[in-house]
């Protein structure tokens, strides 16, 4: 009888991932943008649940982490860039071409970085944002226009402001935290996260079209908040030394 390794039960979910990018520029291809836009929202959570799963079974691997990664180029990078060029981008020639480009090309200097930098397969934080919420930023703000104004592509110019925020965000070095393990063991800090995210999960699953951009603006502006307030601070002992 062959013996399955436990390493295959979390690739699954890779694969799963892999299939979500794919299908997202098919059906960005054929004109669906929404559905586009949700499939990279599908290949997010199949993200969230391998890593999960991973650490679960006690099967996180080198291999699984750099698996992950091409799955995550595609999902992450070639799909939003791809839907990007598909709403905003086609008439505008080379110019789309090289602005559609950006999550793609920053989104892989991104995954190169942190597979460099990786020590263990436990994170306490994010060095830089991480392109899940790049992507998630990009097409959920494509699936809020739709909704509200019946066209994904109503305002470009916020998309090209949005673009240059994530894109530069990916490749810097302003912490942000992950997700924490959804218990009430820890401090009181962890424990208001929790139910944050709860709060949060009950109100996308209840509004989806409406609060996942503005929420995903959050969380890019509390890495950016605290870096500045850090810095404020630095400059403050600098001063006072």
Do not use: H
Request: aromatic residues 16%.
């Amino acid at each position: 009888m062959v013996k399955v390794s436990r390493s295959i039960v979390p690739s699954f979910f890779t694969v799963g991932n892999m299939f979500c990018g794919y299908y997202s520029i098919i059906s960005a291809f054929n004109g669906k943008i929404s559905l586009a836009a949700w499939m990279i929202f599908a290949g997010a959570f199949l993200d969230i649940m391998d890593g999960k799963i991973a650490r679960f079974t006690k099967s996180a691997s080198q291999f699984g982490v750099e698996y992950d990664s091409l799955a995550d180029v595609i999902t992450f990078g070639f799909a939003p860039s791809f839907l990007l060029y598909s709403v905003y981008a086609k008439n505008l020639g080379v110019v789309g071409i090289l602005l559609s480009f950006l999550p793609l090309l920053f989104g892989s200097i991104r995954l190169a970085r942190f597979n460099i930098q990786l020590k263990g397969f436990d994170k306490n934080y994010f060095t830089g944002l991480p392109i899940p919420v790049a992507a998630l930023t990009l097409s959920s703000f494509v699936i809020f226009s739709e909704f509200f104004y019946d066209n994904a592509g109503k305002f470009p110019k916020i998309m090209i402001i949005l673009l240059f925020v994530v894109s530069i965000l990916m490749v810097s070095t302003i912490r942000y935290e992950t997700m924490p393990n959804l218990n009430f063991k820890g401090s009181v800090k962890e424990k208001t996260k929790v139910i944050l995210i709860i709060i949060g999960a009950i109100l996308i699953i209840i509004f989806p079209q409406i609060v996942v951009f503005p929420f995903m603006v959050l969380y890019i502006l509390t890495g950016l908040i605290t870096w500045i307030l850090l810095l404020n601070t630095d400059n403050s002992l600098e001063k006072d030394a």
